[in-house]
């Protein structure tokens, strides 16, 4: 019965708040099947309301179609089980943490409270990439041949497993995580695939940077284990301008933070030239790549009456890497997330 009273939503669903019903956390409630019917009914392309691109349009990405999508991804069958595990983990203890974050009266810095009301969020998160997604990242980084990368928000390890498992033997990944009983499963899936070498956590206490130096570990402070902290820390040590790829997918309120700390990190292949054969300041960056990943946040950021400080945080976001012109920029779209969870408009829109 839920069904059908669902489905004639998914009929008006073209209507802005019919959208909006369908985004309600109840269709969270609803067995798969059902959210898959109650979805069904969208059409197949999407045409701009923009009439100055000429009706141009793009494919929806309907359940049936990346069903499809996902039919056609190569997934290592050690990932295939990382996958299969990390969907069986609960998330209902994490509101938990929210309220006891707001009692702690020590708790000052901006990051550490943001990350712990992440928490919160992550029931309503599609939490890891999709097998398509980690297909694009892995290949984007065997594009550009990338040696040491980092990840910001590795979770149970899967996009940080993929990536590694394509580095070269001399790569290096730097992992940062906040929470340590996720990177206990992400370490027992780096030692599964034979990666575990080519990965340094950046954990809580302390953090392995020994990329440069692999038999000479570095130690360094890391107070809660944030990732501002990490990336702070691998500046300070010397690391700046010497990796050459970054996936972002953390506190979406730190982004700006973590992309200008990465912009330093991140190799700019520095070509230093002028006419008279020496070098000048002008300066062209190359070569390296920062993948965001959410940029679409739900699809909020594209509703002016959504205003919530996570969208507007990642709208303002997006405006400014438009109008940074020390970077090349790309929003892709990719998908809606393994999930069968159909409720939520695609928000794995990246920037590169
Ligand atoms: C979306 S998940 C990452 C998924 C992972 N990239 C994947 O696709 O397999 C985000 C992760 O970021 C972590 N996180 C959130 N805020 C953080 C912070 N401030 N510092 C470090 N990690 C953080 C969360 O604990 C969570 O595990």
Same mark, same amino acid.
């Given at each position: 019965?839920?069904?059908?009273?669902?489905?004639?939503?998914?009929?008006?669903?073209?209507?802005?708040?019919?959208?909006?019903?369908?985004? @309600?956390? %109840? +269709?969270?409630?609803? $067995?798969?099947? /059902?959210?898959? &019917?109650?979805?069904? *009914?969208?059409?197949?392309?999407?045409?701009?309301?923009?009439?100055?691109?000429?009706?141009?349009?793009?494919?929806?990405?309907?359940?049936?179609?990346?069903?499809?999508?996902?039919?056609?991804?190569?997934?290592?069958?050690?990932?295939?089980?990382?996958?299969?595990?990390?969907?069986?983990?609960?998330?209902?203890?994490?509101?938990?943490?929210?309220?006891?974050?707001?009692?702690?009266?020590?708790?000052?810095?901006?990051?550490?409270?943001?990350?712990?009301?992440?928490?919160?969020?992550?029931? @309503?998160? %599609? +939490?890891?990439?999709? $097998?398509?997604? /980690?297909?694009? &990242?892995?290949?984007? *980084?065997?594009?550009?041949?990338?040696?040491?990368?980092?990840?910001?928000?590795?979770?149970?390890?899967?996009?940080?497993?993929?990536?590694?498992?394509?580095?070269?033997?001399?790569?290096?990944?730097?992992?940062?995580?906040?929470?340590?009983?996720?990177?206990?499963?992400?370490?027992?899936?780096?030692?599964?695939?034979?990666?575990?070498?080519?990965?340094?956590?950046?954990?809580?206490?302390?953090?392995?940077?020994?990329?440069?130096?692999?038999?000479?570990?570095?130690?360094?402070?890391?107070?809660?284990?944030?990732?501002?902290?990490?990336?702070?820390?691998?500046?300070?040590?010397?690391?700046?301008?010497?990796?050459?790829?970054?996936?972002?997918?953390?506190?979406?309120?730190?982004?700006?933070?973590?992309?200008?700390?990465?912009?330093?990190?991140?190799?700019?292949?520095?070509?230093?030239?002028?006419?008279?054969?020496?070098?000048?300041?002008?300066?062209?960056?190359?070569?390296?790549?920062?993948?965001?990943?959410?940029?679409?946040?739900?699809?909020?950021?594209?509703?002016?009456?959504?205003?919530?400080?996570?969208?507007?945080?990642?709208?303002?976001?997006?405006?400014?890497?438009?109008?940074?012109?020390?970077?090349?920029?790309?929003?892709?779209?990719?998908?809606?997330?393994?999930?069968?969870?159909?409720?939520?408009?695609?928000?794995?829109?990246?920037?590169?």
């Amino acid at each position: 019965r839920p069904l059908l009273s669902l489905r004639s939503f998914s009929h008006l669903r073209s209507h802005e708040n019919s959208r909006r019903l369908l985004s @309600l956390p %109840i +269709l969270h409630l609803l $067995p798969n099947h /059902a959210r898959r &019917l109650a979805t069904r *009914a969208e059409p197949s392309v999407v045409t701009s309301e923009d009439d100055s691109y000429g009706g141009k349009q793009v494919i929806n990405l309907t359940p049936h179609l990346y069903d499809y999508v996902l039919s056609n991804v190569r997934e290592h069958p050690i990932l295939r089980k990382l996958r299969e595990e990390t969907s069986t983990m609960p998330g209902s203890q994490m509101q938990v943490l929210l309220l006891v974050s707001l009692f702690l009266p020590h708790v000052v810095e901006i990051e550490y409270m943001l990350s712990r009301m992440y928490s919160f969020d992550m029931q @309503l998160e %599609i +939490l890891f990439v999709s $097998p398509d997604q /980690a297909q694009l &990242l892995v290949m984007l *980084a065997q594009i550009i041949g990338a040696q040491r990368c980092i990840e910001v928000g590795v979770y149970t390890g899967y996009s940080s497993l993929a990536i590694a498992m394509v580095l070269p033997e001399t790569g290096r990944l730097v992992a940062c995580e906040r929470d340590e009983r996720c990177l206990e499963i992400a370490k027992k899936y780096y030692t599964r695939a034979g990666v575990a070498h080519k990965v340094a956590l950046a954990q809580k206490k302390w953090v392995n940077f020994g990329s440069k130096m692999p038999s000479k570990p570095l130690l360094v402070d890391i107070k809660h284990g944030l990732a501002v902290d990490s990336l702070k820390s691998l500046i300070q040590h010397g690391e700046s301008s010497s990796f050459d790829f970054a996936f972002v997918d953390a506190e979406k309120r730190m982004y700006n933070e973590y992309f200008e700390l990465l912009l330093r990190l991140v190799m700019p292949l520095l070509i230093a030239a002028n006419d008279r054969g020496g070098f000048s300041s002008l300066q062209v960056r190359v070569g390296g790549l920062i993948i965001i990943d959410n940029v679409l946040w739900h699809g909020k950021v594209a509703d002016p009456q959504v205003n919530d400080p996570k969208t507007a945080s990642i709208r303002n976001f997006n405006r400014k890497l438009l109008e940074d012109q020390r970077i090349s920029t790309s929003m892709v779209g990719t998908n809606r997330g393994w999930h069968d969870d159909m409720s939520e408009e695609s928000d794995r829109l990246t920037w590169m």
